[in-house]
């Protein structure tokens, strides 16, 4: 057993199907899968650059904080893919982002039980750059009950934009809350209901960033990017019923 255990992991250190925790690769076992299913087998290489920052253990499943840090990057990035891989919604969100984006992201997040979480980030050498982090989890987050939904009035503030700015050196930290369910469709009876499409423009309308938001998203959800500088931003978002929410950050 012992023997047949040692062989596994080899392979898959052999394969690149590894998760770096606490320092110590440990085997990835859905690393192939999710190579062929979202990196469309492109090449990539697993960038300690690329650092996915997350609590150890999740002590509420439901918001589940996750940075992406790939600042020390070089070059630009054409596309950022996150997913959390044994969710039953794997995929959380892929960001588009322009040439005055920082390389950085911060999300909450559900997961259903303990998990791998990995960020990903097409670079212009047509390469994915890799990251990974491992959380603990009792687990439940993607099938429990709505704590929106149980709120007297939520309907009323359905879309609701909160947003903040926060210098930092050279670029603002921009950060936005939505006030939404995120249903997943898991849980009841209720279908999916969920903010899928958001925009960052600039006071001149040129898009800063684009994002596709999957159900994986925790309620009421909030994103953190960084910009270059000080622009005046717009935020725009609709959800998969059409329904459009846009807010202002001068």
Same mark, same amino acid.
């Given at each position: ?67 992406? &840090?790939?600042?020390? *990057?070089?070059?630009? %990035? #054409?596309?950022? /893919? ?6 039953? @919604? $794997? ?78 050196? &050279?670029?603002?930290? *921009?950060?936005?809350? %939505? #006030?939404?369910? /995120? ?6 009876? @209720? $279908? ?59």
């Amino acid at each position: 057993m012992c023997q047949r255990f040692i062989c596994v992991v080899l392979l898959s250190l052999l394969s690149g199907g590894v998760l770096a925790v606490e320092g110590k690769l440990q085997p990835s076992v859905m690393w192939d899968y999710f190579h062929q299913r979202l990196l469309n087998n492109a090449d990539f290489v697993f960038d300690e650059r690329v650092q996915v920052h997350v609590p150890p253990f999740a002590e509420d499943a439901r918001q589940v904080p996750v940075e992406v &840090d790939a600042r020390s *990057l070089s070059g630009q %990035v #054409s596309k950022m /893919m996150l997913w959390a891989e044994l969710n039953p @919604i $794997p995929q959380v969100l892929n960001l588009y982002p322009s040439d005055q984006l920082e390389k950085f992201l911060a999300v909450r997040i559900r997961v259903e039980q303990a998990t791998p979480i990995y960020a990903a980030l097409l670079m212009d050498d047509g390469v994915w750059h890799v990251g990974s982090a491992f959380i603990e989890a009792t687990g439940g987050g993607c099938s429990a009950p709505s704590v929106v939904r149980a709120e007297e009035g939520w309907e009323s503030r359905l879309g609701q934009v909160f947003g903040s700015r926060f210098m930092a050196g &050279d670029h603002s930290r *921009l950060r936005l809350r %939505v #006030s939404h369910p /995120m249903d997943n469709g898991l849980v009841g009876a @209720i $279908p999916e209901f969920y903010v899928n499409h958001a925009q960052l423009n600039d006071g001149n309308g040129e898009v800063l960033a684009r994002l596709d938001l999957f159900s994986a998203v925790s309620e009421n959800p909030t994103i953190t990017l960084h910009v270059k500088g000080k622009p005046q931003t717009h935020w725009w978002l609709r959800d998969n019923n059409g329904n459009e929410f846009t807010a202002y950050m001068p």
